[in-house]
């Protein structure tokens, strides 16, 4: 079946500038996440899903990033007036529920701030 | 708060050996915890998890975990290495507390080179 996909792969964007990045979990679950991954680190939480509402929101980094979850599936990341320092890989995950399940995994955004 | 240790940058390790990657946690409760694999240009792929019972966990491609409750260790092991295995290995851990955060705190990362 299919997996996680994230459109775009790649984005390159200039400072100040509003992206969208987009998320379509496997169908069915119901708890999606959104991480970011910088050079040389571990995914860190920005946000997760469940269903429609944003469970938590705690890791998102200031109020320039909002996300959502309309219809409970595609999920998208916005970030308001990029930063250079917003450049890194955006990944998104999806799982079953919230039971401990693993997570599985997109291939990730690219986002780069000139 | 939740964290991840994986005091190893790089691990170089020989075709046929055995390799270890090392990984400790910090939970206010109950740990559930996790190994992923990230090839290049690729997602993170799920290899193992521990929730409960058994100390030491089997999964994908031949790898195993064991965790240790004393020392908050859940290294990564393979009894003989591949050179297909070099990757980037990240540990994960996310706390059994109801009141624990649900998402994954990842460690850094270790990379893994086997030679052949």
């Known amino acids: 079946g299919a997996g996680v996909s994230q459109t775009p792969s790649n984005k390159v964007t200039e400072k100040g500038k509003y992206v969208e990045l987009r998320c379509d979990p496997i169908s069915g679950h119901t708890a999606l996440y959104w991480y970011r991954q910088s050079l040389g680190q571990g995914p860190e939480f920005l946000i997760y899903f469940q269903g429609t509402g944003a469970a938590d929101d705690s890791g998102l980094p200031n109020d320039r990033f909002f996300a959502v979850r309309p219809e409970g599936s595609v999920s998208t990341l916005k970030i308001q007036r990029t930063e250079r320092g917003d450049s890194a890989v955006y990944l998104c995950a999806s799982s079953p529920d919230p039971a401990p399940n693993e997570q599985f995994f997109g291939p990730g955004t690219r986002l780069t701030v000139l | 708060a939740q964290s991840v240790a994986q005091p190893e940058d790089q691990v170089n390790v020989a075709e046929g050996n055995p390799l270890t990657v090392k990984c400790t946690y910090s939970v206010s409760g109950n740990p559930y915890l996790f190994w992923y694999v990230q090839y290049p240009n690729r997602g993170l792929q799920f290899l193992l998890k521990?929730?409960?019972?058994?100390?030491l966990v089997k999964g994908s491609y031949g790898f195993e975990a064991e965790f240790n409750k004393s020392q908050t260790s859940f290294h990564l092991k393979k009894p003989s290495a591949l050179v297909s295995d070099s990757a980037l290995y990240f540990c994960a851990v996310r706390d059994m507390a109801g009141t624990g955060r649900r998402a994954l705190t990842f460690g850094s990362g270790t990379r893994l080179q086997v030679q052949p």
């Open positions: 521990y929730i409960t019972g058994d100390n």
